[in-house]
């Protein structure tokens, strides 16, 4: 079964079997690449699957690079979702709170059901590693899309 990752995010996932019987790596690429669902996200992002959720990890994980502009729409993660950012300068917003910016080596840490959004600064681009944690088949959760305001 397949599910997209977001985190965003984010990327092809699906609850794989129990844990592997030993040191398992995906190399970097297997999965391919897609550009973020028009509903999911305004602007170009791209979601590069890095590892699936399966019976132990209960979590899929994907990289995501937004361009300047780019971010997700609203949403929320039944599991909650934590994000790693690892280049430029980003947003993130909780609703009913001021967007927050977020730099490469922040710990993003986003509780189960809390409505939210993240994405690239107006003028940097951004990446970050989302952990999407799954619950009862799903880790996201897609809303409205973001105003510019």
């Known amino acids: 079964m397949k599910k997209v990752l977001t985190a965003a995010a984010i990327g092809a996932t699906g609850?794989?079997?129990?844990?592997?019987?030993?040191?398992?790596?995906r190399v970097n690429g297997s999965a391919p690449a897609m550009f973020g669902a028009a509903d999911n996200f305004s602007g170009?992002?791209?979601i590069s699957p890095l590892y699936?959720?399966?019976d132990f990890t209960r979590a899929s994980t994907g990289l995501v690079n937004f361009a300047p502009g780019a971010r997700t729409?609203?949403?929320?993660?039944?599991?909650?979702?934590?994000?790693?950012?690892t280049t430029g300068q980003g947003w993130v917003q909780e609703d009913g709170k001021d967007k927050r910016?977020?730099?490469?080596?922040?710990?993003?840490?986003?509780?189960?059901?809390?409505?939210?959004?993240?994405?690239?600064?107006?003028?940097?681009?951004?990446?970050?590693?989302?952990?999407?944690?799954?619950?009862?088949?799903?880790?996201?959760?897609?809303?409205e899309p973001v105003s510019d305001q």
């Open 44 to 46: 170009r992002a791209v």
């Open 101 to 143: 910016t977020i730099n490469p080596g922040d710990v993003v840490w986003i509780p189960a059901g809390i409505k939210h959004w993240h994405g690239a600064t107006a003028t940097s681009p951004m990446a970050h590693i989302a952990v999407s944690y799954m619950q009862d088949g799903k880790n996201v959760d897609w809303l």
């Open 73 to 85: 729409v609203w949403h929320t993660h039944p599991a909650g979702q934590l994000l790693i950012v």
């Open 15 to 25: 609850i794989l079997p129990a844990q592997a019987d030993g040191i398992e790596i």
């Open 52 to 54: 699936p959720a399966t």
